[in-house]
Every structure is written in C-alpha cells, then in structure tokens.
C-alpha cells in the first residue's frame, strides 16, 4: 500500500513540474520527429551542447517541428544554430522573430558552418532579426518560408542549394541570395533595400516575381538561365546578368534603369517582354535566339 501511496506523490510531483514549467523538454513525437517549443527552448539540452535560452542548438542530424512560436530576444542573438548536417526543420507555420528595428548579429535560423550541409528548412516565417532571416551553407533547400523585416538578407544559402515558394520582403538586404550551381523556383522577393534576387554562377531561377527593390530586380554572375520571371518596378534593372546567360520567356517592366543588362558577352534573350524601363530596353550586347518584345516592337538592341 506503501509503494502505491509513493507511486501516486511521484505522478502528482511530475504534474506539478510540468505545468510550472519546470520539467518543459523537448519531445520526441509518435513519428520521430523531436518537437521544440519556447518551453523546452528555455530549458535547453534538445540537442547535445544546447545550453538554456537561444540559440536553440541542433547539433545532431535527423527532424525537427516547432510546436510553438520563437522569441529572440535581442538583435545580436540567434533563434537557432544548426551545427550537423542532414537536419530537417518544420517551422509548422510558426514564426522565429526578433525585435527587428537594427542591425545586429543574430540570424533566425544559422547553419553557415562550411561543415554543415543538406539542411532543409520549410513552412514558416522568420522576421525581425539583426543579420539574417535564414542563413546555411551549401546544399540547403528552403520552402514555403516568409522571411520578412530582417536587417540583413532574407534567405541566404550556399552552393547547389534549392529555394522553392518562398516569400522575401521588406529585408534590409538581399531578398533571396545563392551560391553558385543553385536553383530559384517560385518565389516572390519584394520592397527589400538590395537585389531582389542575387544568384551565383550556373544557377537557374525559374518563376520568380521580384518586384519594388531598391536595386535590381535580379542580378546574377555567369553561365545562369533566367526563364519565366517577373520584374518590375525595380530601383535598378529589371535584371543584370554576366556573360553566357539564357534570358527566356521573361517580363522586365517600369524598373529604373534598363530592363536587361547584359555585362559580358556571349549571352542570349528570346520571347521575353521589356517594357517602359527609365533608361531603355537593353544595355550591353546579348544575341535574339527568339523574338522578343521591346516597348510593342520586335526589333531590341
């Protein structure tokens, strides 16, 4: 009866922790997935190495669902360091955010370690932080993230990466930022303070609306393809590229300067639209493979 009695005062003991908050962890949910919250993020010990507070560390490889919304609490800390490759991140429509408001060191999510690789990040928003909203370092993919009012870049990844359906806005740098060999599909990058989207060398961006940037709508190095894209009302070009790109099937409109801005040779335009840009169609030398409409006539420099 003893044991019973005592079994009982431990069960109530841990009822008692828990809804204090003393006892919050991170759980690991029926399907494997390790689950964060701001409870358990206070707590700390989710991963090997995580100390109480932010950053959350995530220093082993596997899935990870926030269960909750996260609070940094000042520009120069991060909400959550990623220190292992292979780690896969649910925002589960939940938001990391910071103060917003200047620029610090602390980015939303930080997976920049040239060690780490083959992060992927999706559904979710990140805004109000001192650095960046997102930042990783090469083979990364982000999908279905809103990176929003961040001081520095929204989506910053390194080479070969994947950003897919993401939003990026009102960011004080770049919208949208990738290293070479990496691919921009679906996305909307608009009103940032940089380039709307910024591409590396051999990259590829593909249905993407970049609008209401202070600079260019997209700028890119060399050898990219740029196919089926919408930008407009860009404080720069519509979209400025280096030598042997493929702009095809695009819409360069009302952008301050030039629609296109070809700054090397050995490039080439077909079936694209450019229209009512401040300084003209086309500066530089790029090769018609298609025709292309300029201001309602075929004929483009």
Known sequence: MRRIEDSKKTVVAMILLVSLGL?????????????????????????????????????????????????????????????????SLDLNGFTIFGPGGGLGQGDGIDGSSTSVSGVVIRNGTVRGMGSDGIRLSHRARVEKVHATGNDFNGINLGEGSIVRDCIAS??????IRVDDGSSLVGNTSLDNDFNGLDLGQGSVAMGNASMGNDRSGLIASSSVTVVNNSLLNNGLDGARVGQGSLL???????????????????????????????????LGIGVQVDSNACNSSTSCP
Do not use: H, M
Not at 170 to 175: D, E, I
């Open 23 to 87: 006892g919050a962890t991170s759980v690991q949910a029926v399907d494997g997935v390790i689950e964060i919250n701001a409870a358990s993020a206070a707590v700390g010990s989710i991963t090997p190495g995580d100390t109480p507070g932010f950053p959350v560390t995530l220093s082993e490889q596997g899935s990870y669902r926030l269960t909750s919304n996260l609070q940094v609490p000042d520009l120069d800390t991060t909400g959550i360091l990623i220190t292992a490759s292979f780690v």
């Open 170 to 175: 009102l960011n004080g740098g770049a919208g």
């Open 248 to 282: 095809q099937g695009n819409t360069a409109r009302d952008n301050t300067l030039f629609g296109f801005d070809f700054t090397g040779l050995g490039s080439a335009y077909g079936g694209n639209v450019l229209s009512s840009n401040g300084s003209g169609t086309i």
